[in-house]
């Protein structure tokens, strides 16, 4: 390539990559410094200050249009290399390269303490932090410290504000592109996490752990006002808002307050009309997932509540409880 020296085997790659790179998906930096619109970025200006190439999402500068490419991956999530013995992907060619020593190479580095082994010293470095509990990078801003210059980096976004990855399909954005690739589940329905018992699949494994004591009945979380269990911690922290009468959060349009900010962001969509989720088979849409949920069961036919009298199976528990009715005698309407 002419602009940015990257050699390739093919003429039409070097055409791919042209095109890639096109004007369109960057701008100048009249002084490495200065961004098209005029403010200052926060990068320090390469020497000479000859003009750069400007990333048009954090105005980063770069010295070249291959720089750019490759960095232009921290916000697309795009992984184009991949392993071709256990198809993990990567972002850049030098990520692969070292990744495929995991498959190849001798690990001749030992751990003392716990005998794992390495390929690189510097890999047995960084892991003996984990018995020394070593942490030299430090946040600037709150001193919290970490053991290795990725999780500060990540951890930084706490303050910044900055959410470099993004969906591309409802485009809401995310500081961490593990947490981009767990919301990504919600749009393609996998649910990689099987239970044993049942076989309900679940998109992360504390949620199979979570729905796990449903079968053993461990309820290992307790509230200490009222001495009640509960088998989620997320549950247990309901009631004790019920005993402070906490309503921390509130609705910026009707002014209702609620207890928790997740319940508040599920009222919101009330106001918006939002329906984030998507039936795959018929493409009727839905404020909830747990209203997905049940919806698919009209298209799987499956019905998880059975009746321990009869063994008749139901999909609702609604329908269940009614269902039970007959059994007690009980009457609903006089």
């Not at 098209?36 to 003009?51: A, C, I, V």
């Not at 190439?53 to 290399?81: A, Q």
């Not at 911690?233 to 009468?245: C, D, F």
């Amino acid at each position: 390539c002419e602009i940015c020296k990257k050699p390739f085997s093919r003429s039409n790659n070097i055409s791919e990559h042209k095109s890639v790179n096109s004007r369109e998906t960057m701008s100048h930096c009249e002084k490495c410094v200065r961004s098209p619109t005029g403010k200052r970025s926060t990068m320090r200006p390469f020497r000479g200050h000859e003009p750069k190439l400007l990333c048009n999402i954090c105005n980063k500068c770069f010295s070249s249009r291959y720089d750019l490419e490759s960095h232009t991956r921290v916000h697309s999530g795009e992984r184009p290399f991949s392993c071709e013995v256990c198809k993990r992907k990567f972002a850049h060619r030098s990520n692969l390269n070292r990744h495929l020593r995991v498959h190849t190479e001798v690990r001749l580095f030992s751990c003392k303490l716990c005998n794992k082994r390495f390929g690189q010293h510097s890999q047995l470095k960084i892991h003996l932090r984990v018995h020394t509990g070593e942490r030299p990078f430090s946040c600037e801003v709150c001193k919290k410290s970490f053991g290795q210059r990725y999780n500060l980096n990540a951890h930084l976004r706490v303050h910044t504000g900055e959410r470099p990855f993004s969906c591309k399909m409802c485009e809401k954005s995310f500081s961490h592109l593990s947490v981009l690739n767990r919301h990504l589940m919600i749009h393609t329905g996998q649910r990689p996490f099987s239970c044993k018992v049942c076989h309900k699949r679940f998109t992360q494994p504390y949620n199979l752990n979570d729905h796990l004591r449903v079968h053993t009945g461990e309820r290992p979380f307790s509230c200490k006002m009222c001495e009640k269990t509960f088998s989620q911690l997320s549950v247990l922290n309901r009631p004790l808002l019920i005993h402070t009468e906490k309503r921390p959060f509130s609705c910026n349009v009707c002014h209702k307050r609620f207890n928790q900010h997740s319940i508040l962001n599920k009222h919101l969509r009330l106001h918006t009309g939002e329906r984030p989720f998507s039936c795959k088979l018929c493409k009727k849409r839905f404020t909830h997932l747990s209203t997905l949920n049940v919806h698919l069961r009209i298209h799987t036919g499956e019905r998880p509540f059975s009746c321990d009298v009869c063994k008749k199976m139901f999909a609702h528990r609604g329908n269940l409880i009614t269902h039970l009715r007959t059994h007690s005698g009980q009457r609903t309407f006089a």
